[in-house]
Nanobody, 115 residues
Framework: EVQLVESGGGLVQPGGSLRLSCETS????????MSWVRQAPGKGLEWVSG????????DTANSLKGRFTISRDNAKNTLYLQLNSLKPEDTAVYYC????????WGQGTQVTVSS
């Protein structure tokens, strides 16, 4: 059974940083690309960043480039998202996503940026 468990969210002041983690199990993590998406209050899902299976190829939404960095540790079956220079508009629930014959999502981790 594919399982994705996000963690690392919280309340942070504008300009602060967070590192989100997504621990995975139930599939061969190192064989699949992964992504992060987010959902702000009252809005739809927004793709944030993606990474290839080996970790050498990454892409991030243009509006977030330079602040958000995706990475992975295939030895630990874990996906990461480093969030820097956070802004109030980054407030959202962040989900990791894997497509293993179908889409899988974790339960999400809440990021709140507020002073």
């Amino acid at each position: 059974e594919v399982q994705l468990v996000e963690s690392g969210g919280g309340l942070v002041q504008p300009g602060g940083s967070l590192r989100l983690s997504c621990e995975t199990s139930g599939f061969t993590f190192s064989s699949y690309s992964m992504s992060w998406v987010r959902q702000a209050p009252g809005k739809g899902l927004e793709w944030v960043s993606g990474i290839g299976a080996s970790g050498t190829i990454t892409d991030t939404a243009n509006s977030l480039k330079g602040r958000f960095t995706i990475s992975r540790d295939n030895a630990k079956n874990t996906l990461y998202l480093q969030l820097n220079s956070l802004k109030p508009e980054d407030t959202a629930v962040y989900y990791c996503n894997a497509y293993v014959y179908r889409n899988y999502w974790g339960q999400g981790t809440q990021v709140t940026v507020s002073s």
